[in-house]
């Protein structure tokens, strides 16, 4: 039997985009109305209450579109969405779930009303119970916003995402293939690995897509690799001998003198109570003027003049002006008696 699937497709053209996601309209639902109704309903914190209260009449006009039913309970503290006779698509429902949790992680309004669109999804990470420690789970929360929330904005513009970090959790909307890409960098900067080194991934990644001929190629050359180093926890000692110096011998070394050896050495072991006393004083007071000393001598260090080069500098000048002032005058001498020598 002739094969089918390699015939031509005069429809199948270039120009068309095979991964469009067309909407839906109430024309593609042939079956009509739900038999059941759907209902989602999540719990929001108190601060959250007076922000939710102003933004609920544009929240409830998105989510009329859709044919969509929500409820806010401040008694209770919660938010509820359901389906409704005039609802026709049956993933608005999902969407609306996404939306009520977005707003209580704290999202603005404005940006979470966009899950209801098809292009955008919406992932919520808890990053809480990835690190045991808290001060370590403050100092790696942080490395994901950086320093005035450069690193943060950095994510947001290479995934084409939004990223909202609030509390144990890292709120995210954006297409699948960004999130996907966020979750990663999210998780491994909880695992100590800084979201710097996926940056950089990211921005090679993106030159390479401009480049068609790159298309069917593996990337992996084009990749920074980066080396984890593990370093050592054990615990190094301050002062390490070396053994190999050491001249081996089968006997132990000698046993310390105990406490009590020394005091029976120096014989305070025989005095007795107030003398014991008398001479721990005596000692007391003895450590506490050495150290006297030399706490008064440290002072005193600071006030002590400088060595005067000026004077010594001085006085070799005048060294040599002498020296030089004899030697003239032996000069003058020896020239008188040339002189008189001659004349006789």
């Known amino acids: 039997m002739p094969s089918t699937h390699k015939q031509e497709k005069p429809w199948d053209t270039d120009d068309i985009d095979k991964w469009k996601v067309d909407a839906f309209t109430p024309d593609d639902n042939a079956a009509g109305t739900f038999t059941e109704e759907s209902s989602f309903a999540t719990l929001f914190p108190k601060y959250r209450e007076v922000y939710l209260r102003e933004a609920w009449p544009m929240i409830t006009r998105s989510l009329e579109r859709f044919g969509i039913a929500c409820t806010l309970d401040l ?8 389906t409704t006779r005039k609802t026709y698509d ?22 979470a009303i966009k899950i209801l669109e098809d292009s955008t999804a919406a992932d919520i990470i808890k990053i809480r119970t990835l690190t045991r420690n808290k001060e370590r789970f403050i100092k790696r929360r942080q490395r994901i916003l950086g320093p005035n929330g450069t ?8 995934t084409q995402t939004y990223i909202l970090v609030q509390g144990n959790t890292v709120s995210t909307m954006g ?26 991934e990211l921005m090679i990644k993106r030159e390479l897509m401009k480049n068609p001929e790159l ?9 920074p690799h980066f080396k984890r180093r ?31 050896d020394l005091q029976i050495e120096s ?20 450590g506490q003027r050495e150290r006297r000393v030399e706490k008064k001598r440290e002072r005193e260090r600071d006030f002590v003049p400088p060595k005067e080069e000026k004077a ?29 020598i001659a004349e006789v």
Not at 151 to 158: D, H, V, W
Not at 215 to 223: I, K, T
């Open 312 to 340: 010594k500098k001085e006085k070799e000048k005048k060294r040599k002006r002498n020296d030089e002032d004899g030697k003239e005058r032996k000069k003058k001498e020896k020239k008188k008696r040339v002189v008189e």
């Open 230 to 260: 593990n370093l050592s926890k054990r615990r190094v000692p301050a002062k390490v001998t070396d053994k190999s110096k050491k001249v081996y011998t089968p006997f132990p070394p000698p046993q310390e003198k105990s406490k009590v």
């Open 75 to 82: 008694v209770e503290g919660s938010m509820t969405v359901k």
């Open 267 to 286: 014989g305070e072991y025989f005095l007795g109570k107030q003398a014991k006393e008398r001479a721990a004083r005596e000692r007391r007071e003895e």
């Open 175 to 200: 297409p699948f293939r960004g999130l996907k890409e966020v979750r990663r960098v999210i998780e491994d900067c909880m695992a100590n690995i800084h979201p710097i080194y996926h940056i950089k």
């Open 151 to 158: 690193t943060l904005k950095a994510l947001e513009l290479l």
């Open 215 to 223: 298309a069917s190629e593996n990337w992996e050359r084009f990749l």
């Open 90 to 111: 049956p993933a608005s429902i999902l969407n609306a779930r996404d939306l009520i949790k977005l707003l209580s992680r704290s999202v603005p309004a404005p940006q």
